[in-house]
């Protein structure tokens, strides 16, 4: 827990958000993936997983790593659409733009890259990945953006929040990019750039339409604290469950180093005894819902988004969670699925569920910037690790949505709930 509460920490303050809603300890929101664990939806079938990658140490700024080079001509005019056909007989120039030379983002950063690797081992055919690193500095990664858009055809990242802002508002975007978090900048995007990193919002919401769909008219208890991705969570959550006609109560709970304090819990069980509700959402870690299902009994039914996820420790999981309902990635509940199990698994130094949530977002990324090669100014779908991704890139803005996996947890098994959205 430790250890995992360090990454997000990390990740916060770098304003990443990548991990914002993605991991069973909540990151946050500036990778989009959502704090306490949360990236996820359905997956499609495919083959056997490839050979691990070899080690990698990031290449200095000044020389982009190509790989599987291909004899290209000149770019200026080719259509991507018939560059790159489905059995690869021409290529497309893809840069990686990502802060592998930044002392905060490093560990995020490879991550992405190394699932974006992965999507690339699988599915090489026609394509050369051009590995562009950067640090920290907004401008210094525009400037490495201008470059690398005059020499490839897709550019996917940054992967920092404040350097998307930053390209979102520069007026430079001319070719695809597939932007890995959300800018927060309130204006219109670029119409070429495409923002899909994991966003804790979009979890919280889809986890309201889910419990209103199984809970009709149901009035929800809101629990979260008092920590940025908490009150992200809860603050999505109720703001979906206010559009949908339904009612609810929001409670905070103070905690110290990770617990709830016990008269907080309480006061908790005394208030519904008074004023009893019909589900609870929690935007708690799944420590803090252990305790609070140990204090309230666990007969309500119980939503949540990764950040409740305990995974497989055994210091985390326990009765007290069985019965839980987690909308987390196919990456993390559906590992047997044909298509997450056609990708080898994360293997890096820091290997955690948010680290793995990373790593399946750029397993995506590359599948993502491979359809946009073969399927230019259209809208299409695609089975994700991360999801069941809808893309519209024709006219006006692009547009991009993610629908992650919908589990009920039961003795560190995830069985998978169709909910509509």
């Keep these: 827990m430790l250890k995992k509460k360090k990454i997000k920490a990390l990740l916060a303050t770098a304003a990443l958000g990548v991990l914002a809603a993605c991991s069973s300890t909540p990151l946050p929101p500036d990778t989009g993936c959502g704090v306490p664990g949360g990236f996820c939806a359905p997956a499609a079938p495919i083959a056997s997983p490839p050979p691990a990658e070899p080690s990698y140490t990031p290449p200095p700024a000044s020389a982009p790593v190509q790989t599987n080079p291909i004899e290209l001509g000149p770019s200026e005019g080719r259509p991507l659409a018939s560059s790159l056909d489905r059995q690869g007989t021409q290529g497309v120039r893809i840069a990686l733009l990502l802060p592998l030379q930044s002392d905060a983002l490093a560990q995020p950063a490879e991550a992405v890259r190394a699932g974006f690797m992965a999507g690339y081992e699988r599915d090489r055919n026609g394509v050369t990945v051009n590995l562009i690193p ?154 803090q819902l252990r305790q609070v299902r140990s204090a309230i009994g666990t007969s309500l039914p119980t939503y949540g988004t990764a950040s409740i996820n305990p995974g497989s420790d055994p210091a985390v999981s326990g009765p007290e969670l069985s019965g839980v309902r987690i909308l987390d990635l196919p990456w993390t509940v559906q590992p047997e699925h044909p298509l997450v199990a056609s990708y ?75 909910f509509g959205r």
């Design 344 to 418: 080898p698994r994360w293997g890096g130094a820091t290997s955690g569920f948010d680290m793995q949530r990373l790593y399946a977002l750029g397993i995506d990324a590359f599948r993502i910037a491979r359809e946009l090669a073969l399927r230019p100014n259209t809208r299409f779908q695609l089975d994700g690790v991360t999801g069941r991704l809808s893309i519209d890139m024709g006219a006006g803005a692009a547009a991009f949505r993610r629908v992650e996996t919908g589990t009920v947890y039961r003795d560190g098994i995830y069985e998978t709930v169709a």
């Design 134 to 287: 950067t640090g920290d500095s907004s401008q210094a990664t525009l400037d490495a953006y201008a470059r690398a858009s005059e020499q490839n055809d897709i550019v996917v990242g940054p992967l920092a929040r404040p350097a998307v802002a930053a390209l979102a508002t520069s007026g430079i975007v001319s070719k695809p990019t597939i932007a890995l978090n959300h800018p927060q900048t309130g204006g219109q995007l670029p119409r070429q750039m495409l923002v899909v990193g994991l966003s804790l919002e979009e979890e919280a919401s889809q986890v309201a339409d889910w419990a209103a769909a199984e809970q009709p008219g149901a009035r929800a208890l809101v629990l979260t604290g008092k920590t940025a991705w908490q009150q992200r969570l809860s603050g999505a959550f109720t703001a979906r469950w206010a559009q949908l006609g339904l009612n609810n109560a929001t409670v905070e709970l103070p905690s110290s180093d990770g617990y709830v304090d016990p008269n907080a819990l309480a006061e908790l069980r005394s208030r519904m005894q008074v004023d009893p509700p019909q589900l609870v959402f929690a935007a708690l870690d799944a420590v």
